[in-house]
């Protein structure tokens, strides 16, 4: 129970985390989209996109072998931290350069290029940020990471909010970026300099040839999400308006609001889980059948939820310029249920380190798809097309990912048993949102979700065994 009390709790701190940062950058959001033009504002989200791709260059997955070796031995991070420190600020600075590169060859603006040198800065202490933070996730102490970072979230939105209404545009707001990323990367590396790990620069070659090897096929993997989740909102920018890529990437920010919540799931999940498959994979893959049923209940409220509830909430957050973001919302919002649908499928292969190479042709594949098919629906249906693309390779992914965990379970999981039950649930929730559609949401969201809740428990959901867990505290039965 101990153990299950401190991963609920890590859960917990990276959910709260989340959802104060997810909150402000909405708020953030509602600002950015009033003060700055449609232009502008798709200019904001291409270069964020940009960033996202070099991020995940300068950390070429080494956050997750940080957070899996570290927590399966401790002391292993004097040696790895450090090396993998390194590493990540060189391919940095290598990735700033290449953004700059790509941006001239696909002919930006020179305005797009002259903020995008400003913000590759920022590339550079988010290298030296996300593995402080690995550090921190694998001690599994995330309590200090939602204090740092919802707290640099909290001032740097509030300076944001500020330059905007002074009448500062969008050079201010990348600039905003880099500031922030440089306060993290300060303040996560002193916290894990004396409280966990101290920084000793110290090069080894062979440690670090053995980082290289070990992160590549996840930097492969997380290099084709990137693709997958970012390369649409880039071809959009070339293809169609930057007023396109607004309406879009409107869409998009709401879509990753919900994501949060597997997000923080997994993100706490994951030292946990390191350290169980050394003890007992039988045990791990326990776990990640408990998982499953629980991501299943959310992702059907959430999906069906924000379906009935599109128009209003973009309403609420963009206001009423951006009514075109309800469509490809409610197709979009099919492609995160695939995702919940998916578990933690990931986790296992990241812990058991045996078949990361072995999914590298299929993910590939399916970016190679992603991509062909959005040059192909892109330029006939803009940002429609793009959001149809996403919903065909979710549901694609969804289905290697189950052949995936062929080779982990003795039996696939009772997929109509896990689904029949939240269907019910989530269409009575339906029903009572489409009659009390015209009250406000604060009324609508709370009553839906009880609503569901209420048929879950007497359709007997919550008698399932994979609840058992909860049972001391909540008293189930």
Known sequence: MSSLLRLLKNAFSLLTTELVN??????????????????????????TVFLAFGSLFADFGMSQ??????????????????NAILIALSLATLAWGGLLLLAAVFDYSGRVQGLLLVAGAALLFKAVAQLSAATVRAFERMEVLAAINSGVSIVSSAL??????????????????????????LLLSVVVHFRFVPFSFTFRAAVSRRIFWETLPIAILLGCNIVLTKSDLVMLSKMQTMAAVGIYGAA???????????????????????ARWSQSSTSALRNYQQALRVFIVLGMAVTVGVFMLSGDIVALVFGGSYQATTLPLRV??????????????????????????????????????????????????????????????????????????????ERQPPWLQLVVRPMIAAAVMGVLILEIRDLSLLLIVPAGALTY?????????????????????????
């Open 22 to 47: 997810a909150a402000i950058g909405v708020v953030f959001t509602a600002f950015l989209v009033r003060y700055l033009s449609v232009s502008d504002f798709g200019i904001y989200t291409t270069i």
């Open 65 to 82: 072998v940080i957070v899996r070796d570290v927590a399966q031995e401790q002391d292993s991070g004097r040696v790895v931290l450090p």
């Open 332 to 409: 979009l919002i099919w492609a995160l249920f695939f995702n919940f649908l998916s578990g933690p499928v990931g986790l296992f292969l990241l812990v058991s380190r045996e078949r990361l190479f072995h999914v590298i042709p299929y993910a590939l594949g399916v970016t190679a798809l992603s991509v062909a098919l959005n040059l192909f629906l892109i330029p006939r249906y803009s940002y429609m097309g793009a959001s149809g693309v996403r919903v065909i390779i979710s549901a694609l992914l969804f289905v290697i990912k189950i052949r995936i965990m062929d080779h982990f379970l």
């Open 160 to 185: 944001g909010i500020l330059l905007l209404k002074m009448g500062k545009g969008l050079s201010a707001q990348v600039g905003l970026i880099v500031a922030s990323a440089a306060v993290t990367a």
């Open 453 to 477: 809740l209420v048929v879950l428990w007497g359709l007997g959901e919550f008698r399932a065994e994979e609840y058992e867990f909860l049972r001391p505290y909540f008293a189930l039965v």
């Open 252 to 274: 998009v920010k709401i879509i990753d609001f919900l994501d949060i919540f597997t997000a923080s799931a997994l993100g706490a999940m994951l030292p946990f889980m390191a």
